[in-house]
């Protein structure tokens, strides 16, 4: 999947608990993105990065937080999940030039319970 | 709120028919792009169109767009099983964000 690799593939919380997302590229793209799928909804994009410390919010973003430190990597967090959240989240990465394609991750399934 | 909405939602069809898919949204664009998903899978590009071109094609893939109307559709020609996947349209909502579609599931028998 182009070079990016989302960590963990699968996870199982409990309400209320924090969960971390992890997303890390080897592509050096600047743009980095977080979606959640869900039935009927398609893709809705939480949050995003234009850079290193540089992030700004999506369509979805209550309940999220994020970080990038490193190019490389982008930081989905959920400081206290809800059921709402069970979801499959989806990292992608783009160079960033208008419309250029972007590149998806394999996916995390997150369910909270 | 979705940009785009797919029609149908879902679609069956026979190996070697033609499958038709279609994308409707809702503001003025720059491109407009289709992606495919297979089961568990992430997303792959397919076909990017911009604003001033009417067609595209890529291979079994035929991609239309209509500004007047707001639409786009997706033509995969002489389907096969490997075929069967979400389709989802992506708009280019500004700023480098790419805004999807709620998807067509296609399935191909053999």
């Known amino acids: 999947d182009a070079g990016i690799t989302q960590s963990p593939r699968h996870k199982v919380t409990e309400t209320g608990t924090p969960v971390t997302l992890r997303c890390h590229q080897t592509?050096?793209?600047?743009?980095m993105y977080w979606y959640r799928q869900d039935p009927g909804h398609g893709l809705r994009l939480i949050h995003y990065?234009?850079?290193?410390?540089?992030?700004d919010k999506g369509e979805v973003s209550d309940g999220y937080s994020v970080s990038r430190s490193k190019t490389e990597d982008f930081l989905l967090t959920l400081e206290s999940a809800t059921s709402s959240q069970t979801s499959v989240y989806f990292c992608?990465?783009?160079?960033?030039?208008?419309?250029?394609?972007?590149?998806f991750g394999s996916g995390t399934q997150l369910s909270v319970l | 709120s979705q940009q785009g909405e797919e029609d149908p939602q879902a679609l069956s069809i026979q190996e070697g028919e033609n499958a038709t898919m279609n994308c409707s949204y809702k503001?003025?664009?720059?491109?407009l792009q289709w992606y495919r998903q297979n089961s568990g899978r992430g997303l792959v590009h397919l076909i990017l169109?911009?604003?001033?071109?009417r067609e595209k094609h890529s291979g079994r893939l035929r991609v239309t767009l209509d500004t007047s109307k707001k639409s786009s559709s997706l033509l995969i020609t002489a389907s096969r099983a490997a075929d069967t996947a979400s389709y989802f349209c992506?708009?280019?909502?500004?700023?480098?964000?790419?805004?999807f579609g709620t998807g067509t599931r296609l399935l191909v028998s053999p």
């Open positions: 592509e050096n793209h600047r743009y």
């Open positions: 990065s234009y850079g290193v410390k540089d992030t």
């Open positions: 503001t003025s664009i720059n491109n």
């Open positions: 992506a708009t280019d909502a500004g700023f480098q964000k790419l805004v």
């Open positions: 169109i911009r604003s001033n071109e």
């Open positions: 992608a990465i783009g160079t960033g030039s208008p419309g250029e394609k972007l590149f």
